[in-house]
């Protein structure tokens, strides 16, 4: 029931302010967004204690073999966690903006908020499906209607390429559905299937491509870059921080425990893939001059590392991963928050415009800093503990891959520290002069960010006790 | 049977009622009230046929799966009669005409969904494209309508004249017109049969308008009257395929004999979608764009007959909802805009948000995205091509085009929601908005739970 609410909240409350007008959807996504954060925290109790209650099973199409059944294991915790406790970050930062049309936006940031927690509750394949899909169209919407000037072509692309992947991953999802014994659609029946290893070979594609283009893996990923910049900031925020996870979760739920030997065969090429992709986009990182573009290659090169680890096929590097997808969601929120402030402040992304920001605004530079430095996993933040137990998988995988992907770590100082140099040290401008601090609500979002790096760096266990039931699960089957 | 002697019936009661009705809005309340009787005439048909099928003389047999699909048809159309009903009059003076030339076609789909003898079946197809030649030149002042009507005509009756051929081959190999009892597949195929069902096959895959034998099809439905062109891309078209799955069904599958005619009709299959898919991309005029559509639509719609298992049964009828409903509503709200083109439509959602809702809604469905009808249909037709298990080349090359359409059914949706522009648009009724709300909520009832509709199957 606790996991039906955590749909059906920001789903309802999307609903309702779509008819709202004036302050009045602010209020209603603040409400919802409180609410599931506590909910997500009560499941969090509740799975410690008795972690059957959390799932469900109702009738949907019994023809089809197909059921209502939701769940939650540890990594569905978290991601639900992850994906209110965002929303809630973003409402709180944009709750003095106004934005045209209130109702609409406050209501397609809802609905996409009970999409993305469809997914990640979803324990039967062709409901995953609907949910994969309909977390996309609040979003589509969202940048459409508010995004910058080249918004159309860029989200329009960024749907086709989407949809395009899911299609692919609905033929495999249909072709496993005849292989399973009951036929039926459950995680159960589908994670039990004996495919023959020819069969798992192509059918790891169809999988591999709709996840490797959400996360977005090389090279896929072309959508990824021109979407972060056109989007309006608190969409970008859902979209990297959460969205992007999708593919992940995909990977760990419905891929590997699914098409074991698939992934195994594939495993070399996918990792090759994913350091390419480190490689390549941290190089571009670091040559970029637009903030929003920079935080978007950087994003790459966390997610290629991520699926690399995957992949790396051990317990401790899926630990890894499943922590980092946590810790990177929180970092990269808090970055786009900054993002958000400068881009209100001087309403430009150019960082050749930007400089001596901290003398005008010294609380956002402390806050810039300790997010940036959380972002390339120094010790005692957030990052860290993940970064370090996903090299340390990759290490024992293959130390050639790990030598590669730990380059994307040095390139990632070069361009952070580049970023945070020009953004807030150096001369100030007649531009950057004007700038104002933060305001309380963008104080408070960042601070919640500050305290979640920090105590999550310093004290990781009970979130590495959450995600260590699902990473052993899966790593038996693999 | 009832669907077909109420639907005749009703278009000589409604062509005399023309005579002593003078006043059109009257004589479409009759129309409605008619398909209204029809529809539950054929649902009373049901528990007379839930076990086992109802034989009239060898020649209909009315099963379960003829009952749903013409109930599916029926009520289409009374959807179409609701929402664009007031069209008719917009053409010319003979009201009364075109809604007996409406229900005549009905009468030839009821038939399609029941035959059992091969004259039934030529029938059937005869019913249903002579009162289509008319309709497509309704509007006699029109040349490209008085075009489309001359070249639907002289290319229909061609084909139909193929059909015959067929049919009178596949007589010849197997001494019945008895499509249960051709016994074609058993043993070696006779070459008769074989040259009869090939011909059957281009025959049906041009009033199907599946490639190559589609050129007649942007064209007629462009030049018809838009209101006609609503009725005859979608009910009329779900019909023939109606009767190319019970003829293929029926009597080829199984057997050595349904090897010599998959192939083929998978390639036509590729074909349809390919040129369906890639020609609507270029289109600049949303009639015109659905016209490629439908040719598109009608290559998954292939897939159930290629398959030829249960799934695909399955898959016809709930495709046969979804596609009408959806191309019947964009028609519909296309008949309100006075321009056709993509540009038309831009700005319509801050004008007429429930019309711009509206059809975001039925060009999801079209599109295959979750929640609509359409997701579903798709779904049942690529489920049944896995399942066939020979044709996952085809089901690849299916998602590939079905993300193509996605750029020509969003064209319209962002050309709505994020241009800007003064779209010019006629009056818009309550009931016009009524029955708008009623085919949405189809659409998403019918997206969330198939099994309302299947369950009856």
């Known amino acids: ?478 | 049977m009832n669907a077909l002697i109420s639907t005749a019936l009703s278009g000589v009661v409604l062509m005399f009622v023309g005579l002593f009705v003078r006043n059109k809005q009257h004589i479409k309340f009759f129309a409605i009230a008619a398909i209204i009787i029809a529809f539950i005439a054929n649902l009373a048909q049901y528990p007379s046929v839930e076990h086992g099928g109802y034989v009239m003389y060898g020649m209909i047999e009315v099963t379960k799966f003829g009952v749903l699909f013409n109930a599916v048809a029926l009520g289409a159309t009374l959807l179409y009669f609701l929402l664009s009903g007031s069209e008719f009059e917009k053409v010319g003076e003979h009201v009364a005409d075109y809604f007996t030339l409406v229900f005549f076609i009905l009468a030839g789909i009821s038939l399609a969904a029941t035959f059992s003898n091969l004259l039934m079946l030529f029938l059937a197809i005869e019913i249903m494209s002579i009162p289509q030649y008319i309709l497509a030149g309704a509007d006699k002042k029109s040349l490209k309508g008085n075009e489309a009507s001359l070249k639907y005509f002289l290319m229909g009756s061609f084909s139909t004249g193929i059909l015959l051929m067929g049919i009178t081959l596949i007589y010849g190999a197997a001494g019945t017109f008895d499509i249960a009892g051709l016994g074609l597949g058993t043993e070696s195929v006779h070459p008769l049969a074989l040259c009869g069902i090939i011909l059957i096959v281009f025959a049906l895959s041009f009033k199907v308008s599946a490639a190559p034998f589609h050129f007649w099809t942007p064209d007629v439905y462009d030049g018809s009257p838009t209101v006609f062109t609503s009725f005859m891309s979608t009910i009329v078209k779900a019909g023939a395929f109606v009767a190319f799955l019970r003829m293929f069904h029926g009597s080829f599958a199984g057997g050595t004999i349904s090897e010599h005619w998959t192939l083929i009709l998978s390639i036509i299959t590729a074909v349809t979608l390919v040129i369906g898919n890639f020609s609507a991309v270029f289109q600049q005029s949303v009639k015109r764009m659905l016209a490629y559509s439908s040719i598109a639509q009608a290559g998954f719609m292939l897939f159930a007959v290629v398959a030829m298992n249960d799934m695909g049964t399955q898959g016809i009828v709930l495709y046969a909802a979804a596609y009408s409903i959806a191309t019947i509503g964009v028609f519909g709200v296309l008949m309100k805009l006075k321009d056709y083109t993509f540009e038309g439509f831009n700005g319509l959602a801050r004008k007429q948000p429930l019309l711009a809702a509206a059809t975001a809604v039925f060009l999801f469905s079209l599109a295959g995205i979750p929640v609509t009808a359409g997701f579903f249909a798709k779904y049942f037709v690529l489920s049944a091509a896995i399942q066939h298990g020979h044709l996952l080349w085809l089901v690849i090359l299916a998602v590939l085009c079905a993300a193509i359409s996605v750029y020509y059914y969003f064209r319209v949706i962002i050309a709505m929601y994020f241009r800007t522009g003064e779209p010019e648009v006629e009056n818009i009724s309550g009931g016009f908005k009524a029955a708008l709300i009623l085919a949405v909520a189809l659409v998403l009832v019918l997206g969330l739970f198939p099994n309302l509709l299947l369950c009856w199957l």
């Open chain 1, 1 to 478: 029931m606790l996991t039906v609410l955590l749909i059906l909240i920001p789903f309802i409350a999307g609903l309702i302010a779509f008819g709202l007008k004036g302050s009045g959807p602010k209020v209603l996504g603040m409400i919802s967004s409180l609410a599931t954060v506590v909910l997500a925290i009560g499941a969090w109790c509740r799975f410690r204690t008795a972690p059957d209650s959390l799932n469900l099973v109702a009738n949907w199409i019994p023809q089809l073999g197909s059921q209502f059944r939701v769940g939650l294991d540890g990594m569905g915790v978290m991601l639900c966690l992850l994906t209110a406790i965002a929303s809630l970050l973003v409402f709180i930062t944009i709750y003095s903006r106004d934005y045209e049309k209130p109702g609409a936006f406050y209501g397609l940031m809802l609905l996409s908020q009970a999409g993305l927690t469809g997914v990640f509750t979803a324990f039967d394949a062709l409901q995953f499906y609907i949910f994969w899909e309909l977390a996309l169209i609040p979003v589509y919407f969202l940048c459409s209607l508010w995004g910058g000037e080249k918004r159309i072509a860029v989200t329009f692309k960024f749907f086709v390429y989407t949809f395009l992947g899911s299609l692919l991953m609905m033929v495999g999802i249909i072709y496993l559905y005849f292989q399973t014994a009951d036929h039926s659609f459950s995680w159960s029946s589908f994670s039990s299937i004996h495919l023959n290893p020819d069969d798992q070979k192509w059918l790891f594609w169809l999988f591999f491509v709709a996840f490797a283009i959400k996360m977005p893996i090389f090279p896929f990923h072309t959508w990824q870059p021109d979407t972060y910049e056109q989007s309006p900031t608190p969409v970008t925020m859902i979209l990297s921080g959460v969205m992007v996870k999708m593919g992940l979760f995909g990977v760990i739920r419905w891929l590997l425990p699914v098409i074991p030997q698939g992934a195994a065969m594939w495993s070399d090429v996918a990792i090759v893939l994913c350091v390419i992709g480190i490689i390549y986009a941290s190089c571009i990182a670091m040559v970029q001059n637009d903030l929003k573009r920079l935080i978007a290659y950087s994003s790459i090169a966390h997610i290629g590392l991520m699926c690399a680890a995957i992949f790396a096929n051990n317990e401790q590097s899926l630990q890894g991963v499943l922590i980092q997808m946590f810790n990177h969601g929180i970092n990269i929120i808090g970055l786009w928050i900054i993002v958000e402030v400068i881009q209100q402040r001087l309403g430009v992304k150019n960082m050749d415009q930007m400089g001596g920001m901290a003398r005008k605004a010294p609380r956002m530079a402390i806050f810039l800093v300790i997010i940036s430095l959380a972002n390339i996993g120094l010790p005692l933040t957030n990052g860290f503990i993940g970064e370090f137990l996903m090299f340390s998988g990759l290490f024992q995988y293959n130390h050639w891959f790990m030598a590669f992907a730990g380059l994307g770590i040095i390139l990632a100082a070069v361009y952070t520290l580049g970023m945070i140099q020009k953004v807030i040290f150096g001369e100030s401008n007649d531009l950057t002069d004007t700038t104002t601090d933060l305001q309380p609500g963008e104080t408070l979002a960042l601070s919640l960010v500050v305290i979640m790096i920090i105590v999550l760096g310093v004290y990781p266990k009970p979130m590495l006790d959450l995600v260590s039931s699902t990473s052993e699960v899966v790593n038996k089957l693999f």
